[in-house]
């Protein structure tokens, strides 16, 4: 764009404004509340004790610093001294962050003890501070201030802090409906605050009028008198009268002026730092719909000061090119050359009637010098080289290294398969803490192996998004929420997950198979009540009858395998014709094996047994079923039906090769047929609010004649690793299946099943011969989701496969509609898929 001066008194030259056309999830500006959710060191210890305080506490072992999640030190748990009054809320646990911080999410647990604690907290509240002065409750978008806390001492619930806060100092108060006494743990997520911006000062937003009457309130709703919703890391939509948030007013998002209310056509804001920075950009993102009388501003003025001096009488001034052809919102970026202060004031002019921000952001460093007109002094600029000349040297040893691991590895792993060449059996019948393999060579050490411990990967709520920018790949590293196995002690995966590395936490979904299973079956929190009732349905199972066949997964607490066992009919029961069973008495058939390692910690432990649970009451023809479990004795294994021709995935790959192992390749009637029986499946599923999240062929067993059963194998296999993006701090995800809100948004629902179920059914019709998209990068993959959010007809569907029908392509089409109440039920994908097949 071309830059025009306008010849401003004491102004310099006019720069020119980008404006870059990135949705607001990808936009490389400010913070994203929905990646910024990182354990801010409570649980991890990063937080020092001295860092944790609170009003009083109980005992020395109940004192401030034993308040970290997750941990049991002292007596477990922060207790303060006295019980807590309703009336009165003087008790509080305290943290330092010793910067500012964006927090999104707080998680909080009672007081477990190793089963001899019964304290918790059942509601709080949210203090917090910026300079350790001046203190503000947090409240929620509706004003509420009192955050659901724990219903029993072992359970962590995390909840989102919608709007997020910025602060340094953060106290939690613990609140009860009546006086008792309560004990609490906490961990704070968030990142650290790196605009530096401790306030601003702006003017009130107004009201805008529709012509049907409609008022749109533009004011900034959840302003603290310092911060607000120019700095809550969320962007308007490109239609002002839309927003993110549920249950809110029109123009939420937005804080908006009209010209006629201001003096001098133009609207003023002060911003306030921590401290004299550097400012070399100032992003703000407008909104732009012109055809309503709403235009990014068409200049903008900005003066500097350094202290509490007087403002600097030369600006900064940046005028724009108006763009009157794309209506979208966008980051219109302002140059500020530089400029050293520790306060900015801007004078944004109006092109319009009306002018609409809904997030300021600047870009800046830190500087130490005494005087705005100083220089920076060289030395920091011979410093700088010095360090990324040793980092250069850091990072060439650490290649070395790597590959010197690499080759011995390679070296490693040639000497094991040789020993795995032997014929081998597995004896799950051990009552110690390790079962054995009956081989020559079992190895002593394997007792003494990985003792890593259980890092919880909560499942998401409205969480994770990430484009681009802030979606990058690691180091190969298996999560916690992977697969485990019946024999033990498994080995540790090669790629575990480094210490230190933090785990991006999630709310609002309870996974129950963080640690066994992939991404399987994930219960809404209020769906919950399939864990009261009768204890487990299933019967305890002699471990000596099973039989080792081959090992289908590994993750992180041990590893799936394929066992064979005879007497099953036994246990399963009339009512259900066992895959492989044939119907004769005592006929061997396969199994799949899941095992808890015996050192796993209680968390891990509980996680399992409501996996069992939950798992002993999903009876379904077309889902994968809980046979027996071993729980008597560690290490604790669940046995589910394993069907005779693997998983769909190999199975129709296998028939575009040339070999069918059924005996014939699949027609186009046989592939509707076994569409039909996943989403049978899919629909029994949802009747129970279950979020599968991991839908995809890889997932899907496939027994005689065709038989469809649904699973959750996939993600153990080393076999299908190229199916699944690695995100720093996160469980690995299948980006290729997932809906646009699940990668943007972070929200898993039946919807987002549905739209993975248009890609299973797209695999499925094209006989896996690739995978989804597979002419795009992973990173393209995800930009592609950003184009389904913004709906502009930009966005990539997958191809019509040969063998699908048009009745079935535009079932898919309709699977992966942006707006998720426009998907179909999985009652309406069953009953077309029916109809459809009648058809042929």
Not at 149 to 158: H, K
Not at 716 to 737: E, F
Request: charged share 20%; aromatic share 10%.
């Amino acid at each position: 764009m071309e830059s025009a001066a306008l010849g401003h008194g004491g102004c310099a030259p006019a720069q020119a404004i980008s404006m870059e056309g990135f949705p607001p999830a990808q936009h490389p500006a400010g913070v994203i509340a929905a990646v910024c959710r990182y354990p801010l060191g409570m649980s991890g210890g990063h937080i020092p004790d001295e860092d944790i305080s609170a009003s009083s506490h109980w005992s020395d072992s109940t004192a401030a610093k034993y308040g970290r999640l997750d941990s049991e030190g002292g007596d477990g748990a922060w207790c303060p001294k006295t019980p807590v009054d309703p009336n009165d809320l003087k008790e509080f646990l305290q943290i330092d962050l010793h910067a500012l911080h964006f927090i999104t999410l707080v998680g909080t647990q009672g007081r477990h003890a190793k089963g001899h604690g019964n304290e918790f907290s059942p509601m709080y509240k949210i203090n917090y501070s910026r300079d350790g002065t001046r203190w503000m409750s947090w409240r929620n978008r509706h004003g509420k201030q009192v955050l659901d806390g724990n219903t029993n001492t072992y359970d962590i619930v995390l909840k989102d802090l919608e709007p997020p806060l910025i602060a340094r100092f953060v106290r939690f108060l613990p609140v009860t409906d009546h006086s008792m006494n309560v004990c609490l743990r906490v961990e704070l997520y968030g990142c650290v605050w790196l605009d530096g911006l401790v306030s601003y000062n702006a003017p009130v937003g107004q009201q805008l009028i529709l012509p049907g009457g409609t008022i749109i309130y533009l004011n900034d709703s959840v302003y603290d008198g310092g911060l607000g919703q120019l700095t809550d890391g969320v962007s308007g939509l490109d239609d002002f009268t839309q927003t993110h948030e549920y249950h809110v007013w029109p123009g939420y998002d937005y804080v908006g002026w009209r010209n006629e209310s201001t003096a001098g056509g133009y609207v003023e804001i002060t911003f306030e730092f921590d401290r004299i920075r550097n400012f070399t950009a100032m992003k703000v993102h407008c909104n732009n719909m012109f055809a309503k009388g709403v235009k990014i501003f068409k200049e903008v003025q900005c003066y500097f000061r350094a202290d509490t001096s007087e403002w600097e009488p030369s600006a900064v001034s940046s005028v724009l090119v108006l763009d009157d052809v794309n209506p979208s919102a966008r980051f219109v970026t302002v140059p500020l050359l530089h400029r050293m202060a520790s306060a900015i004031k801007c004078q944004y002019y109006f092109a319009d009637t009306w002018m609409m921000f809904s997030e300021i952001t600047f870009q800046s460093g830190t500087t130490t010098t005494s005087s705005v007109g100083d220089q920076v002094d060289d030395s920091n600029t011979r410093i700088l080289i010095g360090c990324l000349v040793a980092i250069i040297f850091i990072l060439v040893a650490i290649i070395v290294i790597i590959l010197w691991r690499q080759f011995w590895q390679k070296m490693l792993e040639k000497a094991s398969r040789r020993m795995l060449d032997d014929e081998m059996t597995v004896s799950l019948s051990l009552p110690s803490e390790s079962s054995m393999f009956n081989h020559n060579h079992s190895s002593s050490s394997s007792e003494q192996e990985s003792s890593s411990t259980y890092d919880r990967i909560f499942p998401l709520g409205p969480d994770y998004q990430e484009p681009s920018r802030l979606i990058r790949k690691l180091p190969e590293f298996t999560s916690g929420e992977e697969d485990t196995g019946c024999s033990g002690p498994a080995k540790p995966s090669q790629a575990s997950v480094p210490e230190g590395v933090p785990h991006y936490a999630e709310a609002d979904i309870v996974n129950l198979q963080g640690v066994t299973g992939g991404n399987t079956y994930s219960v809404p929190a209020l769906t919950m009540d399939l864990l009261s009732g009768k204890d487990v349905a299933v019967e305890e199972f002699p471990r000596k009858l099973l039989t080792f066949k081959e090992k289908l997964g590994e993750g992180q607490f041990g590893e799936v395998h394929l066992c064979e066992v005879e007497g099953m009919e036994k246990f399963t029961g009339k009512d259900f014709a066992l895959e492989g069973l044939d119907g004769s008495l005592n006929h061997p058939v396969l199994v799949a094996v899941k095992m808890l390692r015996a050192d796993a910690n209680k968390n891990a432990r509980n996680d399992f047994l409501k996996e069992i649970k939950i798992m002993s009451r999903l009876k379904d023809p077309n889902i994968i079923r809980l046979l027996a479990v071993c729980i008597a004795d560690d290490p604790l294994c669940m046995i589910t039906e394993y069907m005779e021709n693997g998983d769909l995935n190999q199975f129709l790959s296998r028939q575009q090769a040339g070999s069918p192992s059924a005996g014939h390749a699949p027609t186009v009637s046989d592939l509707q047929f076994m569409a039909t029986q996943i989403a049978s499946g899919m629909k029994y599923l949802s009747s129970l609010n279950f979020v599968h999240r991991d839908l995809a062929t890889r997932n899907c067993l496939v027994g005689k004649h065709y038989t469809i059963k649904i699973a959750d194998f996939g993600m153990s296999r080393n076999l299908y690793s190229g199916d699944y993006y690695r995100i720093q701090g996160r469980a690995v995800l299948p980006i290729r299946w997932m809906s646009w809100e699940s990668i943007l948004l972070g929200k898993f629902t039946t919807a987002s099943d549905v739209w993975a179920f248009g890609v299973t059914l797209w695999e499925t019709f094209t006989l896996c011969r690739e995978q989804p998209y597979s002419q795009m990068s992973d990173e393209q993959v995800i930009e592609n989701t950003g184009e389904f959010f913004r709906d502009q007809g930009r966005q990539t569907y997958l191809p019509q496969p040969v063998l699908c029908p048009d009745s079935v392509y535009k079932l898919m089409l309709s699977c992966w509609r942006r707006d998720t109440k426009d998907r179909p039920s999985f009652q309406d994908i069953h009953r077309l898929l029916q109809d459809s097949a009648s058809e042929e």
